[in-house]
């Protein structure tokens, strides 16, 4: 089916109590002379002003751009080493999955967007933002933490399961970090579930309510499922599933039911989403699917682009 579409959300939560009747009792009443009642001037209820978001990495895309014109956004990931511009292929390939933030060619890649975000609203995928890199465990292995790039997804992924230690270990390539839990995000609290990152004109802070890692047998329509691909490459056949509500709703219920730690949030229809992706770390071939994923909803400020924002559950301390 060919569709050019535009993709909605929105939102939802109550409480109440009861009281018993006491025994009869004599009850003696005093008159009291009351104070006349104080006059007060009708002054209008004050609304206090939210605080406004202030973007941390505004001056780093600005030096950046001046650089290569090509950079759209910034991802910082406290307590990981995750700290790079997004990189946007404004060809309309995959031209950075092999080229450093520079443009020049590297195996180690960058930290970019895998889809045309210019034409993304008018392909009706724009709701579900992409950022994607290399796992680059190998680099990591060796000690080269900074072209990681994506590989201490993993390290998050496994202090939030419980684990000490990063899981990969392929034929003694194995990540020399001990993972330390006070240091990286930490799922259970508020703070640990929002990043701030900068993408295309959107600054602001991003809630993780989802999270899991397939394996090397998953079929490949869940990497077009969970990004919103088309499932043809040509951009002159895109073929899209229907994304209305219907659609979008199952996929948050499927995020959720697959996600490796219960979050406690489920965002509305009407959530401006991000899908963050990488290689997993001990599935991955030429010829696997396996994938670590993270999704995301932009909660500061709200998105009110399609038609909502508030989640049915808040963050859960």
């Not at 008018?122 to 072209?147: E, F």
């Not at 703070?191 to 890692?213: K, L, N, T």
């Not at 229907?242 to 499927?254: G, L, S, T, V, Y």
């Not at 709200?302 to 038609?307: A, D, E, N």
Request: hydrophobic content about 35%; overall charge negative.
């Amino acid at each position: 089916m060919k569709k050019i579409l535009a993709i909605a959300m929105a939102a939802l939560t109550l409480l109440a109590v009861g009281c018993s009747k006491p025994a009869e009792e004599v009850i003696t009443i005093e008159t009291v002379n009351t104070p006349a009642p104080v006059v007060t001037p009708n002054v209008p209820e004050v609304t206090p002003t939210p605080e406004v978001f202030v973007p941390s990495y505004t001056e780093k895309i600005a030096e950046k751009k001046a650089k290569n014109d090509e950079t759209i956004g910034w991802i910082a990931i406290p307590g990981t080493v995750i700290d790079f511009p997004i990189m946007f292929d404004t060809k309309g390939g995959l031209g950075y999955y092999k080229l450093n933030d520079e443009g020049k060619e590297s195996e180690l890649g960058s930290v970019y967007v895998h889809f045309n975000i210019a034409s993304a609203d008018s392909m009706g995928v724009g709701q579900n933002l992409i950022v994607t890199a290399h796992n680059n465990r190998v680099a990591y292995a060796k000690g080269n933490y900074a072209n990681g790039f994506f590989h201490e997804l993993h390290h998050i992924q496994s202090v939030n399961t419980g684990k000490t230690n990063c899981g990969f270990d392929e034929n003694d390539r194995t990540c020399p970090v001990t993972l330390d839990a006070a240091t990286l995000p930490n799922f259970s609290t508020p703070e640990g579930r929002i990043w701030e990152i900068s993408f295309d004109g959107i600054d602001a802070e991003w809630e993780v309510w989802a999270m899991y890692e397939v394996k090397e047998d998953e079929p490949e329509s869940t990497l077009y499922y969970n990004t919103w691909w088309p499932t043809d490459y040509d951009p002159a056949d895109y073929e899209y599933e229907e994304a209305d509500a219907a659609f979008i709703q199952k996929w948050i219920d499927k995020q959720i039911s697959r996600s490796e730690y219960a979050f406690g949030t489920t965002p509305s229809v009407t959530d401006q989403f991000m899908t963050i992706y990488t290689c997993g770390d001990n599935h991955d071939s030429k010829d696997a699917q396996s994938r670590l994923y993270f999704f995301l909803r932009q909660v500061n400020p709200v998105s009110t682009k399609f038609g909502g924002g508030a989640a049915e559950a808040a963050p859960q301390a």
